[in-house]
């Protein structure tokens, strides 16, 4: 599967990524490193590699461009997803550092979430088609969902640090679980508010405008300069 032709090749073939005929490394998580953040941990069925990671396919200064592969299955009722994280705090302005995604191939749900002093939650639930890309506002961890019956292939800029899983460990997973019935509360959470919003309304939200990811990044990387810098990105009230 050939995801671009320029500004250079990138094709898929199997789990295999190339980049201008090269193969691309890859990390991996296995299904049973998802079990303490599964609805049904009981009913994740085989072992086997959940999803891809290919990082850093493109970079620029401390930004990165990356793809994931996430499998087409379940874990019991609950959709095919990544582990969950929040990111660190950006040194200048001590703010968490934002993201970008871009769903190339496959249908994906997200579920973002970001916690109050006194443990409460508010929950923002982003579904994206083929091409959509949308920001995760500083402050919100997130888990992406492979709600199609192919292979989800996500892209995402970034800037580079540690991810902060713990509090995902800790509670058991996401705020919500996104199932074939719908999104399911996770209990270990306390949620003060939720809402769901379309990739458009997301961006509008935060002021920014995002088309193809790869496109803008090799060719305007200076305009995600607010993923390194997050005070640059200011709500529209």
Request: proline residues 7%; charged residues 25%.
């Amino acid at each position: 599967m050939i995801l671009y032709e320029k500004p250079f090749k990138l094709e898929l073939l199997g789990r295999t990524l190339l980049k201008d005929g090269e193969e691309w490394p890859s990390t991996t998580r296995k299904v049973s490193e998802l079990k303490e953040v599964a609805m049904e941990p009981h009913l994740m069925g085989p072992d086997g590699i959940a999803y891809y990671m290919f990082r850093g396919i493109h970079q620029w200064d401390s930004l990165r461009y990356d793809i994931t592969v996430i499998e087409p299955r379940f874990y019991g009722d609950e959709y095919a997803k990544t582990l969950g994280h929040y990111h660190p705090p950006a040194p200048a302005s001590g703010l968490q550092f934002p993201e970008v995604y871009q769903v190339l191939k496959g249908k994906a749900s997200f579920v973002l979430q970001r916690k109050h002093k006194d443990e409460s939650v508010d929950c923002i639930f982003v579904e994206a088609g083929e091409r959509e890309s949308f920001l995760v506002p500083p402050g919100y961890g997130h888990v992406s969902y492979n709600t199609g019956d192919s292979p989800l292939i996500l892209a995402n800029v970034v800037a580079s640090f540690d991810s902060v899983y713990e509090e995902y460990l800790a509670n058991h997973g996401p705020a919500f679980f996104c199932t074939r019935f719908g999104y399911k509360q996770n209990t270990y959470y306390i949620i003060r508010r939720q809402e769901r919003l379309s990739t458009r309304q997301m961006n509008k939200k935060y002021g920014v405008m995002l088309g193809d990811l790869l496109e803008m990044f090799h060719s305007r990387p200076q305009r995600f300069d607010f993923l390194y810098d997050p005070s640059k990105l200011q709500p529209v009230l």
